[in-house]
């Protein structure tokens, strides 16, 4: 130890500090005598704001948090080796201004000063430092835990009695055989608040790809067996724990550490079994029931006890058992069964129909052993079940079956009328072209800058550049409408589009993974045969990929396993040198891949006028420009301006032309065919063949998830499901055209829905064909944007047929629920498309039934919205969407029944009442003819019989509930 000045001692301590290295201040601190340790003591907290200003100005690229450990753990080893009291240490060592958002990567300095100190001070630092842990996220984010374990460890002090602290210790993988604290530990297992937690996903062996971990439990199982921890208290720990009640997540590693101990009947624990029967969560039910299975000792009294406690559970596994447990008495007793009554009563309770059932059967059966006074109980009990249950015990009990009470409480509403948007003529073109360019993103001011820029583009003054030439692609309007201006302002002066940076040569690597006996592993290509490597290199080359990593490659010892199956992984991307230079583009459009198909036809017309501009052939007027705010354009109009045009000798521009096609509607007056007949030009015959044999596109909704294509309606569903819509046509020649009535993308997300509620001005004779581009929005409700809703209404204003895309389109929406869900959005499309009658009734509940066997929605959903819609005035087409959702959702023949479905057809009775539907539903009268008495076949047998009676009927028996 060396003696230096107090002075002296801080020089050396400040001085290592400084170096952002804990280790040389270890050494500092270790070097000094008493008085220098005191000298240092008294300076370190002076010394934390010029430590942290210094380091920040030693590491100007970093971040405050970047840069927080290369002073803050050099600080803290020095407090610890200088400051007097052990209380004082803990509060140097964790206090606020030393916070970290991670641990530090070594904390051997730290730990080398404190174990320099006297035994005693350890012990004590131990013991305030272990009482100071916390279950908090910093705590798990600072040094404390491993600090605490390891001193500990190294003073052998006895660990206080505190829950974090075997919490952490849990924490951390376990070593019984040699880690001294086990002793003290193991014993708090199952006392300590949030071990439960801590391990709820142990188990007793790791899964065969996770072999080499430890567990808790496998670690338990080998110190029982070896004989250094007892079973009979850790199983008494476990039931002691299971009383004190919990979550099934928080007692899952205590059920399973009883199950592994797998103790025998125990007539002392009994009685604590008994008691957590009726409250614990499922698996410890299901425990302790088995321990009582095994005994032999249960009383009348007992058994009537567990048999009650179990017919009360929600379980039905759980309540069957208690059903057997009620036969197996019954079996087993001499005497009468009145101890037996409360527990049938309580099965007359049940929710289940086939509990109730069984238990009215096990009544009938054993009915003369009952005295007067269990034969009372149940016939009190009697009283609570379904009129046809009552009806059997009326011979052996008296009881008198309860004539159904009719409720029917349903009043439906007045459908609210549907406002359709108006159609008006179409305003006049816009004149201030340079103060309205920026707003063009809507899309009739759209319509009406580019009409007014046509008719006469010169005489504005230009707007500013910015960024706009720097760009090789414009994805926005505003920046076309701003191209035009400047170049219709100084003809010439546009620069060319900028050359995109070649990019540069990137190593292909190859990863190699074979298959064999032994299982899937990754080798060097050396170890492989020098065919199979031959068969590689050969394969690579006839597909144009670069050898990368195995041009060049060190042979190895063979493998010896035999190969199964080797698979080739290239990392690319990469570039080949040798391809073709791709042309120069001739204009700033986007790759039509990058953006939805209405955006990319804006665009395209955009473009067209601009080359137009700079080529100087730019028409008197647009052929486009509808003639109605709906979009429309009116046949006669576009005759009479292909008449102006040929006048003028003047070219039609191919995506102008291809959208006033578009815009025309569906029925044309014979006279304006004749007339568009005498046309002369090019674009006039392609008018002629359009109003003569107008293309119908062909259309489909297919459907994908991550398990692959469906190809039928009730195949079982995936995780993340997929909308793939279908637009095809043959193709017209006209590019705008084509893009529009083509596959739009199956994914999307914000960007590719911009001008969304422009689109229907596109295509306002073909609104199933904007569904369809709408549809790549519908499930990503993360991206969607807001006014999502009101494009797809806009769509019941325009024309043209409607089939699967519009019924998806409600379906999905009319069930959303969530932080992104707006019911009532979704209930007033459904409302209004009813009232406009445009609801495909039987298609949306289809696609309502692929939604829920997809998990895009839950029954649930759908029958609290379908049932809002009914109230609301929709009830007759509530009742054909559940004609069109129960054939796709009810379970087909490989299939078993759930809740759900019982709940779909629950809903169909009260749907069909609602509506006085009557006449068969061919799945409907399938299902109920099978043969079994589930809850699911006995709902679908009411709902037959009710379809199978006249309105009239319907109407007097009502709903029994």
């Not at 030439?469 to 035009?484: G, I, P, T, V």
């Not at 190593?507 to 290509?525: A, N, Q």
């Not at 089939?803 to 459904?830: K, S, Y």
Request: net charge negative; hydrophobic share 40%.
């Amino acid at each position: 130890m060396t003696t230096l000045p107090e002075g002296g001692a801080w020089s050396s301590v400040r001085a290592a500090i400084s170096t952002e290295d804990p280790a040389r201040v270890a050494e500092a601190v270790l070097a000094l005598d008493e008085a220098g340790r005191r000298a240092v003591a008294r300076e370190l907290p002076g010394h934390i704001a010029p430590a942290k200003k210094e380091t920040a100005e030693r590491n100007p690229r970093l971040s405050e948090w970047s840069y927080a450990e290369k002073w803050t753990e050099p600080m803290r080893v020095a407090g610890a080796g200088t400051i007097a009291g052990a209380a004082a240490v803990v509060t140097w060592l964790y206090r606020r201004d030393f916070a970290l958002w991670q641990r530090p990567l070594d904390f051997g300095p730290l730990l080398r000063v404190i174990t320099a100190r006297p035994q005693d001070w350890q012990a004590d630092l131990a013991v305030r430092l272990a009482l100071r842990l916390r279950g908090s996220r910093a705590r798990a984010e600072d040094d404390s835990v491993p600090l605490v374990l390891e001193l500990l460890r190294r003073t052998g002090v006895t660990p206080p009695e505190h829950d974090p602290l075997v919490v952490a210790w849990v924490s951390q993988p376990p070593d019984l055989e040699h880690d001294p604290l086990a002793e003290h530990l193991v014993p708090r297992l199952c006392e300590a608040e949030g071990v439960g937690r801590a391990l709820r996903e142990d188990v007793v062996d790791p899964p065969e790809w996770d072999s080499g971990r430890r567990t808790w439990l496998g670690a338990l199982r080998d110190a029982v067996a070896a004989g250094r921890f007892a079973a009979e208290p850790l199983v008494e720990g476990c039931v002691r724990r299971f009383l004190r009640g919990g979550s099934a997540t928080d007692l899952r590693f205590f059920a399973r550490l009883h199950e592994m101990l797998a103790p025998g009947p125990s007539r002392e624990r009994t009685h604590d079994y008994l008691c957590l029967l009726p409250v614990a969560p499922g698996p410890v039910a299901e425990l302790a029931l088995r321990q009582l299975r095994g005994s032999d000792w249960l009383s009348g009294e007992e058994v009537n006890e567990a048999a009650v406690a179990l017919l009360s559970r929600p379980e039905g596994k759980l309540v069957r058992a208690g059903l057997s447990l009620l036969e197996r008495a019954a079996r087993d007793t001499t005497g009468d069964l009145d101890d037996l009554a409360a527990a049938l009563a309580s099965a007359f309770l049940c929710e289940s129909y086939e509990v109730r059932e069984r238990a009215v059967r096990l009544a009938v059966k054993h009915a003369g052993r009952f005295t007067a006074t269990g034969t009372e109980t149940v016939r009190e009990a009697a009283g609570f079940l379904p009129a046809d249950l009552a009806g059997r015990l009326a011979e052996a009990y008296g009881v008198a079956a309860a004539e159904p009470e009719v409720i029917d409480d349903f009043e439906p509403g007045s459908l609210p009328p549907f406002e359709p948007l108006p159609r008006e003529p179409f305003p006049a073109p816009l004149t201030d072209l340079t103060g309205t360019y920026a707003s063009v993103n809507d899309g009739v001011v759209f319509e009406r800058w580019l009409d007014g820029f046509v008719r006469d583009p010169s005489g504005r003054p230009r707007p500013g550049q910015g960024g706009l030439y720097r760009k090789r692609q414009w994805h926005r309007l505003e920046e076309w409408a701003k191209a035009m201006l400047r170049e219709a302002a100084a003809p010439g002066e546009e620069p060319p589009i900028p050359e995109e940076p070649r990019r540069a040569p990137e190593p292909v690597r190859h990863t190699i993974s074979v298959r064999t006996p032994d299982g899937d592993m990754e080798v060097g290509f050396g170890r492989l045969p020098a065919e199979e490597r031959d068969k590689i290199i050969s394969g690579l080359r006839q597909r144009g990929i670069p050898l990368g990593n195995l041009e060049h490659f060190t042979e190895e010892p063979p493998l010896e396993a035999e190969i199964l199956r080797m698979t080739v992984i290239p990392s690319g991307p990469w570039w080949d040198g040798d391809e073709e230079e791709e042309p120069r583009p001739t204009n700033r459009l986007p790759d039509p891949r990058h953006v939805s198909a209405p955006h990319y036809a804006m665009l395209l017309r955009c473009a067209e006028i601009h080359a137009a501009l700079k080529a100087g052939t730019l028409p008197p007027y647009l052929l486009a420009t509808p003639t109605l705010t709906s979009g429309h354009l009116d046949p006669a109009e576009l005759v009479t301006r292909l008449e102006g045009y040929e006048r003028a000798d003047v070219q039609a521009l191919p995506a102008d032309l291809g959208q006033a096609l578009l815009r025309l509607p569906r029925e044309v007056d014979p006279e304006v065919v004749d007339r568009a007949g005498k046309l002369t030009s090019e674009a006039g015959a392609v008018l002629v063949r359009w109003l003569t044999d107008r293309p119908e596109p062909r259309l489909r909704v297919d459907w994908s998830s991550s398990g692959g294509d469906y190809t039928h309606d009730r195949q079982k569903g995936g995780h993340s499901p997929r909308l793939h819509p279908r637009v095809r046509i043959e193709p017209t020649g006209l590019a705008l055209v084509d893009a529009l009535l083509s596959d739009p993308r199956s994914w999307t997300d914000e960007e590719n829905g911009t001008y969304m509620h422009a689109w229907r001005l596109a295509l306002p004779s073909d609104r199933e064909v904007v569904a369809m581009h709408l549809l790549p929005h519908l499930l990503n409700v993360w991206a969607r944007p807001g006014y999502f809703h009101e494009a797809v209404t806009a769509l019941l204003s325009q024309d043209g047929p409607i089939g699967e895309a519009m019924a998806l389109l409600v379906a999905v929406q009319v069930t959303e629920q969530g932080m992104f869900g707006w019911p009532e959005r979704g209930r007033r499309l459904l409302l209004n498309a009813t009232a406009a009658d445009l609801l495909p009734t039987v298609e949306c509940g289809r696609q309502l039934g692929l939604c829920l066997r997809r998990d895009v929605t839950k029954m649930g959903n759908v029958r609290q919205a379908l049932e809002e819609c009914a109230r609301q005035g929709a009830h007759r087409q509530v009742w054909e969407i559940m004609t069109g959702l129960l054939p796709v959702y009810l379970p087909g023949p490989d299939e078993r029944p759930h809740s759900a479905h019982t709940q779909a057809l629950s809903f169909a009775i009260d749907a069909a009442r609602w509506a006085k539907a009557h006449g068969p539903v061919p799945v409907v009268a399938e299902t109920a003819a099978l043969k079994g008495a589930s809850g699911f076949l006995r709902t679908a047998r009411a709902l037959h019989e009710q379809l199978l009676q006249s309105p009239w009927d319907q109407a007097a028996t009502g709903r029994e509930r």
